[in-house]
């Protein structure tokens, strides 16, 4: 099995770069959408996301991840 860590951001399946734009926009409450596992280790592995240690598993948008989407916004 290979290792997946020098995993291209460009490569980002459409349900990905969805969850990265839903995750950027500002939320209140509990309105996060909700990720798949697979969904949840693409972006943590191409380090656009991180996750909580806790068990309350909250995801946070890097700025690796705000660049990310600058960048395709303004292409």
Do not use: C, K
Not at 17 to 41: F, H, K, M, N
């Amino acid at each position: 099995m290979s290792d997946v860590t020098d995993h291209q951001p460009g490569a980002l399946s459409h349900a990905a770069i969805w969850a990265l734009e839903r995750l950027s926009q500002p939320r209140y409450g509990r309105d996060t959408p909700a990720l798949s596992w697979s969904v949840t280790q693409e972006l943590r592995r191409a380090g656009f996301v991180t996750t909580s240690a806790n068990s309350r598993g909250v995801t946070s948008v890097t700025q690796a991840g705000r660049n990310y989407l600058l960048q395709r916004a303004q292409s």
